[in-house]
């Protein structure tokens, strides 16, 4: 049974998320709150998951993530969020959350990641990911170094990697560079 609190400002989004979650079998909701009452609740009921709704200013819900995160059993935290920011992701995942989700998905793809959460992985709202893919795409600076031809033709197959770079074997003489 996966145990989850949902901490979350507005009381309507905390009863749809309730009733969202609390009809798998596989998923408990034991507490649903406010995020001020958030990090006791879930220090009393030691949740596997916590939904934490952000809403705009964010530094309360961040007290809320490093204070969840500071406890000894430690819960997988989701940030749900009305929009993306960001600085407000990167703030988020900087300081533990394991997820990023968005409170305009469809209900049927709230479970999912929640079972992934449960399950030691971690989650992004489709938007977010390619947010997070192109911040680590412009700050990787071994990416910057490929050929031309690679960007341009599309990715290289094996051979093509080997020729470019001087490595792997020179297919026709059998040996390496």
């Known amino acids: 049974m996966i145990r989850t609190v949902i901490a979350d ?8 998320l309730v009733g969202i979650l609390g ?3 596989d998923i408990e ?19 596997d998951v916590v939904l934490l ?36 992701v990167s703030v988020a995942l900087r300081l533990g959350a394991e997820g990023f989700l968005l409170k305009d998905m469809a209900p049927e793809q709230l479970v999912h990641p929640v079972r992934i959460l449960a399950g030691g992985g971690g989650v992004l709202a489709p938007v977010v990911g390619r947010q997070v893919i192109d911040g680590y795409l412009a700050t990787h600076p071994f990416l910057t170094g490929l050929p031309q031809s690679w960007s341009e ?25």
């Open 53 to 88: 709704g952000f809403a705009l200013p964010a530094a309360d819900g961040f007290s809320v993530l490093a204070d969840a995160r500071a406890l000894p059993n430690r819960p997988a935290v989701a940030v749900l969020a009305a929009r993306v920011g960001e600085e407000c």
């Open 29 to 47: 909701v034991v507490a649903d709150c406010d995020r001020a009452e958030a990090v006791a609740r879930i220090g009393a009921h030691e949740p």
């Open 153 to 177: 033709a599309g990715p290289p197959t094996p051979y093509q990697m080997a020729q470019e770079t001087g490595q792997g074997p020179d297919p026709l003489s059998g040996s390496g560079p």
């Open 9 to 16: 400002d507005e009381l309507l989004t905390r009863s749809a």
């Open 23 to 25: 009809a798998e079998p």
